[in-house]
């Protein structure tokens, strides 16, 4: 069973960087793509970025340009740098497969503040 911990979220202001983390457990976790995902309050989950065990990545339109997905598969460790942050961009951030099969871990919270 893959567990998975998240983290680096906070509070920041609009317009600035952030950098977060998700450590996984499993030995195959390389062979895996994986994802970002935010679910805001009152919205549901959605699926930010992707990348696959090669390292082609796919981010929505809503943040293209401003989230980078990328990987350390000797860390077992996904990362999402974040960018030119917009108040929008609040809400609890998760890691997962792409689809997700994952169980959840617990998110991290990113606050962006005007």
């Known amino acids: 069973q893959v567990q998975l911990v998240e983290s680096g979220g906070g509070l920041v202001q609009a317009g600035g960087p952030l950098r977060l983390s998700c450590a996984a457990s499993?030995?195959?976790?390389?062979?895996?793509?994986m994802g970002w995902y935010r679910q805001a309050p009152g919205k549901q989950r959605e699926l930010v970025a992707t990348?696959?065990?090669?390292?082609?990545?796919n981010s929505a339109d809503s943040v293209k340009g401003r989230f980078t997905i990328s990987r350390d598969n000797a860390k077992k460790t996904v990362y999402l740098q974040l960018n030119s942050l917009k108040v929008e961009d609040t809400a609890v951030y998760y890691c997962?497969?792409?689809?997700?099969?994952?169980?959840w871990g617990k998110g991290t919270l990113v606050t962006v503040s005007s």
């Open positions: 997962n497969a792409a689809p997700a099969w994952m169980d």
């Open positions: 499993g030995s195959l976790f390389s062979i895996y793509t």
């Open positions: 990348i696959t065990s090669g390292g082609s990545t």
